[in-house]
C-alpha cells in the first residue's frame, strides 16, 4: 500500500513496512520470531491507511469516487501480484521451483480466495510453493470490495467520528465471537482462524477504527506526548509479550489476535505522532523508508525464494537466508521499477482524464458516480419487489 497522496504523508509507516516484512521473512526462513505478527501490523496498517484516505477525501470533498478508489486499489495491488503469481507457476511447470501446480488452484489464487483454498486442500495441493502467502492478500482484497460502502453506512447512520469508531470496534467484537464460536463451539482448525476473511478482518478494521477518531495525522488529542510515550507504550509491549508468551491454542486462535489490534493502537499513534521521538526515528532514516516502499514486492516473493534456495542448495540456513534475502530484494527492485512505477504512472494519468472528463460533462455530478450515489441506489434497489508437509506456521 502507498503511503502518500499528493500533499499527504504520514510519517514511519514505511518504516513500519519494512520493519514488518523483515519480521516475515525471518521467520518463514526459519527463525523462531512471531511472524504472523509481521502480518497483523500489515493488516492494521492497510485498515489505518485506506479509512484515513476515504476519510480525507470524504471531509475535502463530500463524496467518494467509488472509480478512483478501486482503481487505485487494481492498479497497485493487482499487477504484481499477478506477475509474481505467472512467474511461480511458470518456473513450477517448468521444474526450475520443485512442486506441483493445478489450474483450479491458480484460478482461486486468481480470484483471490487463496485463503479458503488453503482451508480446503492444503498449504500445497497445486499450488505454485509461496504462493500460498496470498492468502493474506485475499483477506484485504475482500475488505477493499466490501468497506468502502460499510464506511459510508456507519457514517450516515453514527454522525459522530467516536461513535463511527464504537461501531468499528463493535464489528472487531462480533469476529471475536464468531472466532471463539468456530474455535470453542466448533472446534475448527487453527487455519480457519488464521487465514480466513471473515475471521482475521477484524485486524484490520482496528486500524480502520484509528483512522475514524483520533487520528495521529488528522486529529488533535488530548493526551500528553509523555502518558503517550511511557504509560500507553510499554503497555502496549506487555500487551503484546503476553500474546507472543502464551501458547494455549484457544487463546492463540481467539483473544491473541483482538489483543494485538488493540495494542497496536498506541504504537501507531506514537509513531505517526512523534516521529521524531528516539526509539521512532528508525522508522523514517530514508533507506529503511525505502525498504517499506518495497516491501509488497518483497512479501510476494520472499517465500517462494526461500522455498527455492532451501530446496536447490545445501548451504548452511544462515548462507541460504542470506542468499534469498539479497535475491528478494533484488527481485523487489526490479517489480518497483519495472511494474509498480509504470503503472503507478498508468494510475495517475488515468485519473487525470477521467476526473477532466468528469468536469467537462454536464452529468458529472450523476449520484452513480460516486459511493454515496451507489450506497443509495443500493438502498433504493433493496426496497422494489423483486502432500508435502505444511510450510513454516508462523507463531
Known amino acids: 500500500m502507498a503511503s502518500t497522496t499528493r500533499g499527504f504523508d504520514i510519517p514511519s509507516l514505511d518504516g513500519v513496512r519494512a520493519l514488518a516484512v ?24 492497510s485498515g489505518y491507511l485506506i479509512t484515513t484516505l476515504l476519510r480525507v477525501e470524504l471531509e475535502r470533498t463530500g463524496h467518494l469516487g467509488l472509480r478512483d478508489f478501486y482503481l487505485r486499489r487494481a492498479f497497485r495491488i493487482l499487477p504484481p501480484m499477478y506477475a509474481v503469481l505467472a512467474a511461480a507457476v511458470g518456473l513450477t511447470l517448468i521444474g526450475f521451483i520443485p512442486g506441483t501446480v493445478s489450474a483450479a488452484a491458480v484460478a482461486m489464487q486468481s480470484l483471490h480466495l487463496t485463503n479458503y483454498l488453503v482451508i480446503d486442500s492444503g498449504w500445497w495441493d497445486g499450488i505454485a510453493p509461496g504462493t500460498w502467502i496470498y492468502w493474506s492478500l485475499a483477506v484485504e482484497e475482500h475488505f477493499y470490495l466490501l468497506f468502502p460502502l460499510a464506511y459510508l453506512g456507519i457514517r450516515r447512520i453514527v454522525p459522530s467520528a467516536r461513535g463511527q469508531a464504537g461501531a468499528i470496534i463493535g464489528l472487531c467484537a462480533v469476529v471475536l465471537a464468531w472466532r471463539l464460536f468456530l474455535v470453542l463451539g466448533l472446534d475448527v482448525s487453527k487455519d480457519r482462524t488464521y487465514i480466513a476473511s471473515d475471521t482475521r478482518i477484524d485486524s484490520i478494521l482496528f486500524g480502520c477504527a484509528l483512522a475514524v477518531y483520533g487520528n495521529p495525522a488528522l486529529d488533535p488529542t488530548s493526551i500528553a506526548a509523555r502518558r503517550w510515550k511511557w504509560v500507553l507504550v510499554p503497555l502496549s509491549a506487555v500487551v503484546l509479550a503476553i500474546s507472543f508468551i502464551v501458547r494455549d491454542p484457544r487463546f492463540q486462535e481467539t483473544l491473541r489476535y483482538s489483543l494485538q489490534g488493540i495494542a497496536l493502537i498506541p504504537l501507531f499513534v506514537v509513531a505517526v505522532r512523534y516521529p521524531t521521538w528516539a526509539p521512532i526515528r528508525l522508522l523514517n532514516v530514508r533507506w529503511v523508508r525505502f525498504c ?88 433504493t434497489t433493496s426496497a422494489e419487489p423483486a502432500g508435502a508437509s505444511a510450510p513454516p506456521q508462523l507463531t
Not at 519480521?23 to 502480518?39: C, D, I, K, S
Not at 503507478?344 to 494519468?349: E, G, K, W
Open 22 to 45: 523483515l519480521l516475515v521473512f525471518l521467520a518463514h526462513a526459519g527463525l523462531t520470531l512471531p511472524g504472523n505478527f509481521g502480518v497483523t501490523v500489515f493488516f492494521f496498517l
Open 292 to 379: 517499506g516502499v518495497l516491501s509488497y514486492a518483497i512479501y510476494l516473493v520472499h517465500p517462494t525464494v526461500i522455498w527455492t534456495v532451501q530446496q536447490r542448495t545445501t548451504l548452511h540456513p544462515i548462507v541460504q537466508g542470506v542468499i534469498a534475502l539479497g535475491t528478494s530484494l533484488l527481485l523487489a527492485l526490479g517489480i518497483h521499477w519495472l511494474i509498480e512505477r509504470p503503472f503507478a504512472r498508468l494510475r495517475r494519468r488515468l485519473a487525470k482524464v477521467h476526473r477532466s472528463a468528469a468536469e467537462g460533462s454536464p452529468q458529472a455530478a450523476r449520484p452513480e458516480r460516486t459511493a454515496d450515489g451507489v450506497l443509495a441506489l443500493l438502498v
